[in-house]
């Protein structure tokens, strides 16, 4: 239903100013590492002390000239970027809990924070890249609206044959006839047990 959709400069112009706030502006954003030694909430000052004093230990050796990367994959206790070399990748403002999200919005590319202490216990975080707020031109993301906009057009077009066909069913026509009409295929399915997957369709969804 999307392939002869026509998309108008008016329409990509119109998404853009409604969307612009939402979906095509960049975040505020940065590109981290960390490295965490994991703390029970319920830990008792000797056990917090000594997490503390890991990461501190870690942090001295990365401020003598050691790899981030490598000393995370060898202590790191975060099984989500440990392999990674502590690599969170890009986050915005908020994505982390508050005492991360300050520390690490806080540095510039290429600085490493001191001891940073959470619910999960005691980090070090390394900036790599800072990409600041900006608004994304319409020509960077024109072709994403009109995906966009050709999906939902498409979207509409299937809905209104749908009920269609609908209509045709409760006026007498047979499947075989509405396929033959729209240049498709009945498909017959084996006897299927209750929740199986349809073929082609997969599983059906819960209506509420």
């Known amino acids: 239903f999307g392939e002869n959709v026509e998309i108008t400069e008016e329409q990509i112009t119109a ?35 000594t997490a503390r004093g890991k990461v501190e230990d870690l942090k001295k050796k990365i401020d003598g000239g050691a790899d981030f990367g490598t000393l995370a994959k060898e202590t790191s206790e975060d099984p989500g970027s440990k392999e990674k070399g502590g690599d969170l990748g890009f986050f915005p403002r908020g994505r982390m809990v508050a005492e991360f999200d300050e520390a690490a919005f806080s540095l ?5 924070s001191e001891v940073v202490e959470t619910p999960f216990g005691f980090h070090v975080i390394k900036v790599e890249e800072v990409r600041e707020e900006r608004q994304k031109p319409i020509e960077e993301v024109r072709e994403e609206i009109v995906a966009t906009l050709k999906k939902a057009s498409a979207s509409e077009k299937a809905k209104e044959a749908a009920a269609q066909d609908e209509d045709a069913i409760a006026g007498g026509a047979t499947l075989d006839q509405i396929a033959a009409k729209r240049g498709l295929t009945v498909e017959r399915p084996e006897a299927m047990a209750r929740g199986a997957a349809f073929p082609s369709l997969g599983r059906s969804l819960q209506l509420t």
């Open 15 to 49: 998404d853009y100013e409604e969307n612009l706030s939402s979906k095509y502006t960049q975040p505020h954003e940065v590109h981290a590492r960390h490295i965490l030694v994991r703390v029970p909430r319920d830990a008792d000052d000797a056990t917090r002390a």
């Open 108 to 112: 510039k590319p290429g600085e490493v």
